[in-house]
């Protein structure tokens, strides 16, 4: 998938342009707080979602203006397309290939991203739940089935655990408690066989990346920690029974703290930088090589599942990099189309093929 023009009107702090970006590497350039960062994010609008930047979808919109506009002309599925994006209000309006669209969820079948932003670095640095999410937001949008079973997750897990804080008051309720177990469990076997297996490819595609970046220096290893002895090799049969006697044996427990123990919910995934925990013994620039090639794998298997190479978009991503790092992410992608933002000027000159935009006070150069 190649971005062929980028147009925008009233987005945030850019003045109104057409950027025609190239097959391979952009390199998007300037001092801080010019719209490097505006502009990648109206690349990943384009994916359906919500701004990685965690902010409401109106508040694109420049602060003198009512509406703003963005537009795209991508090769994908073997032919040229159009996608738009009009924010008015709190109101979004979708249109691809001519065609208006009741909602943004379109833009998914259409066109793919990956974003690598600095908050990311969250991924190593944070609890559990960030890592769940990541491996969560990645199955479902490979399968829809996959979200339609978080969903279901969630919520029989969440009137499970209202049961079990109203046994507490009530103990003649703790009869109704198996009207949840089976359903959580057919939805938990499910949703841990489908991490489990993402996780597996994932992690053979980032160790090949992180050699790259680190120039053959180390190994890095993601595996699926499961709080409920589950191994890779299980299957959906065998991961339900072993859920079953954890919720068995843990059923005094979870009556104790009103919360269910053990589960998908409850499930890690460790990150390994030449066998040691990456969140407790690696240095920033390992952490960062590590979420990036995490970043870079989750593309390379979007592409394998999907026989389309999401475009990278890269904010921020070279500082802390030695520049043998740094090299690796300019020069060594040949087959994506990458977008990287930078602040420092050695780094645009160490681009040898490849495309760069001066940003400075909105205007795209
Ligand atoms: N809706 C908006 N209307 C006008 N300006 C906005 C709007 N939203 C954000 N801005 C401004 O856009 C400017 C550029 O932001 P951006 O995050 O793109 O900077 P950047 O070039 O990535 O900087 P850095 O190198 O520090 O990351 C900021 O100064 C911000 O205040
Ligand atoms: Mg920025």
Redesign the pocket.
Known sequence: MKVTALKFENY??LKNNIIKPCAGVNVIY??????????L?ALWLFCGGHSF?GSKDN??????KDFAKIEINFFGQEREQTAKIEFKGSKKRVEINGVQKSSSAALIEKYCAVVFSPDHLNLIKRGPSERRKFVDSAICREKLKNAVILSRYNKILTQRNYLLKDILNHPSLEDTLSVWDEPLIKCGALLIKSRIEYVKLLSKKALLYHKGISNGKEELKIKYISSADIQESDSVEEIAEKLRNKLKTGKKDDIRTGITNYGPHRDDIEILINEKNAKTFASQGQQRSAVLSLKLAEASVLKERMGEEPVILL??VLSELDSGRQDFLLNEFNDCQVFI?C?EKSNKEQLKDGKIFF?KD?EIL
Request: charged share 30%; aromatic share 4%; glycine share 12%.
């Open positions: 945030r702090n300037g001092d801080n707080a010019q719209g490097k960062t505006n502009l994010e930047r508040e694109v919109i420049n602060w003198n904010d921020d933002t602040c940003v909105g």
